[in-house]
């Protein structure tokens, strides 16, 4: 039985242990309850903590870890006087087992041709400090320290977590910046000018809207998953504006009025919007409510989308209609109306259009 100690370099530590046969069958054959997997649990425990199982608090999921309190299992020495009850009686582990370190292979990690030494550590869970704090700390005691003075090949880089997670939002930021790009795009070549496409885009920031709302309701954060769930919703969100859009205008170039126009492509394209939207929001639920097994690590996926989607299709059938109709009112041609008036031997012309009047006199 392998168990993994500690902090990790290039080459792996391990605790080896091997359980005496004799031991053990005489063990099995007086029928004490006691199986090697109870004491790699152990020992486990014994060296720091041990996961068992989740709960609910204050409707947030929290693991829940094993563990003795101060470890007292720091050395070899120590994990081979760990005490067990064994039928009543209370034997070293090391009577049961033969325990010695183990190492594997070394492992050879280079980049760019140069050799690298790879050594990873994690906070212990009762630090009250975090983790930028600690980084800080270690990085000064290396550059105070002689290491680095020693030998001028050697060069020391510090890898976070936080940075990489920092950089993979960033290169997300920017695919979302393409996609929306390239949504632009294809609707300026389906619609052939640019403020239908502008106004169809326009239910994307109501998905956005909709993506905040629902992660706090749903008390998650933004990762990985919810942005792209985000990337996903872009290409979502739009398709009921194209519904609406798309409708209106072909009522408005066969003579409908702007406010007919809009009135009756909201009306008749209702149903569409709500069933499509449905089955991507239903569809999408129990990834957001977080069922089956690792279903908590694409829960803000779900949330993106189903919570993002829901806004943004009420919101839509309310705003995308109004900008639509500013948009048709504003491309109606004023009709003119020309008629003339007899004034003292002066004919006047009098041009009347939707907005002004004018007028030209003749005599």
Do not use: C
């Not at 792209?228 to 979502?236: E, S, T």
């Not at 189903?306 to 919101?315: K, M, P, R």
């Not at 041609?333 to 004919?347: A, D, F, T, W, Y």
């Amino acid at each position: 039985v392998f168990i993994r100690n500690g902090a990790s370099t290039d080459r792996v530590d391990s605790i080896k242990i091997k359980p005496y046969q004799e031991i053990w069958n005489e063990m099995r054959a007086k029928n004490i309850s006691l199986s090697m997997q109870d004491i790699v649990s152990m020992t486990q425990v014994a060296q720091g903590s041990k996961k068992v199982t989740n709960i609910e608090v204050n409707d947030k999921e929290t693991q829940v870890y094993l563990t003795y309190g101060d470890s007292f299992a720091k050395s070899i020495k120590e994990l081979k006087g760990f005490p067990l009850n064994v039928d009543g009686k209370i034997v070293s582990l090391s009577s049961l087992a033969k325990i010695e370190r183990a190492e594997s292979e070394k492992r050879l990690y280079r980049e760019d041709s140069v050799p690298m030494l790879l050594v990873k550590a994690r906070k212990d869970r009762k630090s009250k400090l975090d983790s930028e704090k600690i980084n800080n700390d270690f990085k000064e005691k290396i550059v105070n320290s002689k290491i680095l003075t020693e030998d001028e090949r050697l060069n020391i880089q510090f890898i976070d977590s936080k940075k990489e997670l920092n950089d993979s939002l960033g290169q997300l930021v920017t695919a979302l910046l393409i996609s929306l790009i390239l949504v632009l795009i294809i609707l300026v070549m389906q619609f052939q000018n640019l403020m239908s496409p502008l106004i169809i885009m326009m239910a994307i920031p109501l998905g956005f809207i909709g993506v905040i709302s629902s992660l706090f309701v749903f008390g998650s954060y933004i990762s990985l998953n919810s942005a792209l769930g985000i990337i996903l919703l872009n290409g979502i969100a739009v398709n009921n504006s194209i519904l609406l859009i798309d409708f209106s205008n072909k009522l408005f170039a066969q003579g409908v009025d702007a406010y007919n126009s809009v009135l009756d492509a909201s009306r008749k394209r209702l149903r569409p919007i709500l069933i499509t939207s449905l089955t991507t929001i239903l569809g999408m639920a129990p990834i957001a409510f977080g069922f089956g097994e690792g279903g908590k690590i694409l829960q803000p996926l779900g949330i993106a989308v189903s919570g993002g989607l829901w806004v943004s299709t009420i919101l839509t059938l309310i705003i995308i209609p109004v900008l639509q109709y500013m948009y048709l009112k504003r491309k109606t041609p004023q009709k003119v109306l020309l008629h003339s008036e007899e004034e003292e031997g002066r004919i006047n012309f009098v041009a009347k259009t939707n907005d002004v009047e004018k007028g030209k006199s003749l005599q």
